[in-house]
């Protein structure tokens, strides 16, 4: 190396080093960054995860996304701007108009002037302003009867709206139990679908070995009979399908969007039923439609007073305020010839306003006194059918739990009864009819017993229903 001394050789050297470094360095950099994009895309092409909700979040789902609780919300907001405006009635009211436009001339005083009344051969313009102030002092009721009856009213639109939330929860109840269900009865009927095939197999072997204790007749049972749990299990497919469908709909999810429910097994909810008594007397105190009626009755009978109200007079401070002005029209200050184009002028006093006409006001009376009436009838009707329809969800609910315990016991039974009888036709000591009956006894006392269950939960949902007390009952 001619020509190039140590001290340039370690300096070239050293550069040399520090570029394969950070060249190293560039690499690992660019490779986390591929790294790092790969994940990225793996993750998007992954199925999103399901969601998995228990009952108690299904309803909450339902409850933030059901459009009848929005609708009922705006009830309630118009109900709060109904006593809004009733209580605005009781401050000023001002009303201010203005004017501008041409106006013949006007010259001299009130003494003489040389322009006409009538003249148009000078033309003018003007603008005024008049500005006036009513403030009630006393209305005989009409105000405060108003307010009473709009306060009433948004009682009325909380409770109705307590209502609409109360009528959502059983049918998301009804959907979601509906899907546990459909599942118990398909795994009912895949186990006896199985059951079936393995006698089938069975039976077929001992045909075929002659055995006196099958008949080719009993392959056409088992094929008939596989074809019937076949169908069943067809129909609680599609039910399953439906009912989740429904519960997605009602809870907000798309209709290809993955659900899971928290639960697994279909089983029973709730406490032990109490006395019916027991339900009676809290549906007094917490059925909304109870609250509505009550409510209503009080607003109907504010609008009856304040309806008799309009019979009699208004008392109030009012005031007013004018001015006008015009250049080409002289000021004129006799208080006898006023001017209404160049003016200021002004005052205040105390008013009173009657308005009276002929049947026109008892008319109002009579239409709000039939409301009040129509509303006592509808009360008299609630407590009359509310305690009918409690007194119908708890001997469902009676009758549900009585089935559970019947049906649960005839299945327990029914299924010793199966596994005897395939057990003796696998040992070719027993005949193929009582794989039959015990099969087909078993799936419908467990069939029987899941929809026991299912009504039992159900009969629950609606008895907490009538009784106004749906954060009660699972």
């Given at each position: 190396?001619?020509?190039?001394?140590?001290?340039?050789?370690?300096?070239?050297?050293?550069?040399?080093?520090?570029t394969?470094?950070?060249?190293?360095?560039?690499?690992?950099?660019?490779?986390?960054?591929?790294?790092?994009?790969?994940?990225?895309?793996?993750?998007?092409?992954?199925?999103?995860?399901?969601?998995?909700?228990?009952?108690?979040?299904?309803?909450?789902?339902?409850?933030?996304?059901?459009?009848?609780?929005?609708?009922?919300?705006?009830?309630?907001?118009?109900?709060?701007?109904?006593?809004?405006?009733a209580?605005?009635?009781r401050?000023?009211?001002?009303?201010?108009?203005?004017?501008?436009?041409?106006?013949?001339?006007?010259?001299?005083?009130?003494?003489?002037?040389?322009?006409?009344?009538?003249?148009?051969?000078?033309?003018?313009?003007?603008?005024?302003g008049?500005?006036?102030?009513?403030?009630?002092?006393?209305?005989?009721?009409?105000?405060?009867?108003?307010?009473?009856?709009?306060?009433?009213?948004?009682?009325?639109?909380?409770?109705?709206?307590?209502?609409i939330?109360?009528?959502?929860?059983?049918?998301?109840k009804?959907?979601?139990?509906?899907?546990?269900?459909?599942?118990?009865?398909?795994?009912?009927?895949?186990?006896?679908?199985?059951?079936?095939?393995?006698?089938?197999?069975?039976?077929?072997?001992?045909?075929?070995?002659?055995?006196?204790?099958?008949?080719?007749?009993?392959?056409?049972k088992?094929?008939?009979?596989?074809?019937?749990?076949?169908?069943?299990?067809?129909?609680?497919?599609?039910?399953?399908?439906?009912?989740?469908?429904?519960?997605?709909?009602?809870?907000?999810?798309?209709?290809?969007?993955?659900?899971?429910?928290?639960?697994?097994?279909?089983?029973?909810?709730?406490?032990?039923?109490?006395?019916?008594?027991?339900y009676?007397?809290?549906?007094?105190?917490?059925?909304?439609?109870?609250?509505?009626?009550?409510?209503?009755?009080?607003?109907?009978?504010?609008?009856?007073?304040?309806?008799?109200?309009?019979?009699?007079?208004?008392?109030?401070?009012?005031?007013?305020?004018?001015?006008?002005?015009?250049?080409?029209?002289?000021?004129?200050?006799?208080?006898?010839?006023?001017?209404?184009?160049n003016?200021?002028?002004?005052?205040?006093?105390?008013?009173?306003?009657?308005?009276?006409?002929?049947?026109?006001?008892?008319?109002?009376?009579?239409?709000?006194?039939?409301?009040?009436?129509?509303?006592?009838?509808?009360?008299?009707?609630?407590?009359?059918?509310?305690?009918?329809?409690?007194?119908?969800?708890?001997?469902?609910?009676?009758?549900?739990?009585?089935?559970?315990?019947?049906?649960?016991?005839?299945?327990?039974?029914?299924?010793?009864?199966?596994?005897?009888?395939?057990?003796?036709?696998?040992?070719?000591?027993?005949?193929?009819?009582?794989?039959?009956?015990?099969?087909?006894?078993?799936?419908?006392?467990?069939?029987?017993?899941?929809?026991?269950?299912?009504?039992?939960?159900?009969?629950?949902?609606?008895?907490?229903?009538?009784v106004?007390?749906?954060?009660?009952?699972?």
């Amino acid at each position: 190396m001619k020509g190039i001394s140590r001290s340039d050789l370690a300096k070239r050297t050293l550069r040399s080093s520090r570029t394969a470094a950070i060249s190293g360095a560039s690499c690992k950099t660019l490779g986390v960054l591929v790294l790092a994009a790969a994940l990225l895309l793996a993750a998007e092409r992954l199925p999103a995860r399901a969601e998995s909700l228990d009952v108690r979040e299904c309803v909450a789902r339902a409850l933030a996304n059901a459009p009848e609780v929005g609708e009922a919300q705006a009830d309630l907001a118009l109900s709060r701007a109904k006593l809004d405006e009733a209580k605005g009635w009781r401050y000023p009211q001002i009303e201010f108009l203005g004017l501008t436009g041409p106006v013949p001339r006007a010259r001299g005083n009130q003494v003489f002037s040389p322009d006409s009344i009538n003249s148009t051969g000078h033309w003018t313009w003007f603008e005024r302003g008049d500005a006036t102030l009513v403030q009630p002092i006393y209305s005989f009721g009409k105000i405060s009867h108003a307010m009473s009856a709009a306060g009433h009213g948004i009682e009325v639109e909380k409770a109705r709206q307590e209502q609409i939330r109360n009528e959502i929860v059983p049918k998301v109840k009804e959907y979601y139990y509906g899907v546990l269900l459909a599942r118990e009865l398909k795994a009912l009927l895949g186990e006896v679908r199985d059951d079936l095939s393995q006698a089938r197999d069975k039976a077929r072997k001992l045909l075929e070995q002659n055995s006196e204790n099958v008949e080719e007749a009993d392959l056409y049972k088992l094929d008939a009979f596989s074809g019937e749990v076949g169908k069943y299990l067809a129909e609680a497919t599609k039910g399953e399908t439906l009912a989740l469908s429904a519960l997605k709909a009602k809870i907000g999810l798309a209709p290809a969007a993955t659900l899971e429910l928290a639960d697994t097994r279909l089983s029973r909810v709730g406490e032990p039923l109490a006395p019916l008594d027991a339900y009676l007397a809290r549906a007094k105190e917490r059925r909304p439609e109870f609250r509505q009626v009550s409510e209503g009755l009080q607003a109907r009978k504010e609008l009856v007073a304040a309806a008799k109200a309009a019979r009699y007079p208004d008392l109030f401070v009012g005031g007013m305020l004018s001015a006008a002005h015009s250049d080409g029209r002289d000021r004129v200050n006799n208080p006898w010839v006023p001017d209404e184009f160049n003016h200021f002028w002004g005052g205040l006093a105390l008013g009173l306003r009657w308005k009276l006409d002929f049947g026109i006001t008892s008319a109002k009376i009579s239409q709000e006194q039939a409301q009040y009436d129509r509303l006592i009838a509808t009360k008299a009707f609630a407590d009359q059918n509310i305690p009918l329809q409690i007194a119908k969800f708890y001997d469902e609910g009676v009758e549900a739990a009585s089935g559970m315990e019947s049906t649960k016991s005839g299945y327990e039974s029914s299924k010793k009864w199966a596994v005897t009888a395939l057990a003796n036709f696998d040992f070719g000591i027993g005949p193929a009819k009582e794989i039959f009956d015990s099969l087909q006894q078993y799936a419908k006392m467990r069939a029987a017993y899941f929809q026991s269950i299912y009504n039992y939960n159900l009969a629950l949902a609606n008895l907490s229903y009538a009784v106004g007390e749906q954060d009660a009952m699972r």
